[in-house]
């Protein structure tokens, strides 16, 4: 199906998809509806293969997804076998990297993996075996958000290591340079030599900020408080549009209106 198709619908989940309460009731009609008409769902997220997984069932999806920042692809033939693509660095390289930045800038970077249960929790709202799932990591190595004032070291240092630096609302993600949203769509585009798509890209953090520069059609999914203004500056200059209801709700308004629109073309 996602061959054939001429629209996309490339989303990030946390904050887009659904709300930080993991809500995915709002967005689940227009899901449905665009089940129906072979538009598939692609999920372009920084949760893990494990934690997709779960959600797909919920959703009933069967398209491609895209977990770990775009350290990753997964999707299914036809036969039901899986195949992947890797774009990452493994864990452990990335460990050892975010062990040298933090060395050079003399300041502790702390991995979400090395958290507490207790300070997981409070992080992601996520308990018992959902933080065993998010913590299933192999492509990206998420880490608390550091104050601003390292920002110019980091970003210098990031070209000497050759790794990436995006920040979320919650945490920010090293990744290698390889690997990102973005480039994940394109590799996605390439496999499937599917030249005609036009891509209705959703995000609502800067990590979001790849994946809404290889999207034809670019919405900010606002929050409760309104649209993230860092992700607002990082687009300008950009033709984009901003949900004017949050996280599921605006996901849901945004995306009917839009493929109505295309469809009706």
Known sequence: ????????????????????????????ETITWLQRLGIPVILCTSKTKSEVKIIRDDLNLKDPYIVENGGAIYGEYSDGKEWKIILGKSYNILEKILNNLSDNINFKLRPLNTLSDDEATNLTGLQGDSLNLMRDRHWSMPFLNPPDTFDE?????????????????????????????????????????????????????????????????????????????????????????????????????????????????
């Open 153 to 265: 070291d980091l970003k210098r240092l990031c070209e000497i290591y050759d790794v990436d630096i995006f920040r979320g609302n919650r945490m920010s993600h090293l990744l290698s340079k390889n690997s990102n949203k973005g480039i994940a769509i394109k590799t996605l585009l390439n496999k499937n030599k599917n030249l005609n798509v036009q891509i209705i890209g959703l995000g609502d953090s800067p990590n979001d900020l790849p994946l809404l520069m290889n999207s034809n059609y670019k919405i900010v999914i606002s929050g409760i408080k309104g649209p993230n203004q860092l992700l607002l500056n990082q687009l300008k200059g950009n033709e984009f549009c901003i949900s004017k209801k949050p996280h599921g709700y605006g996901w849901k308004e945004e995306v009917s209106k839009l493929v109505t629109k295309l469809l009706n073309k």
């Open 1 to 28: 199906m996602i061959n054939n198709s001429k629209i996309w619908i490339v989303s990030d989940v946390d904050g887009t998809l659904m709300d930080h309460f993991y809500d995915l009731t709002p967005a689940k």
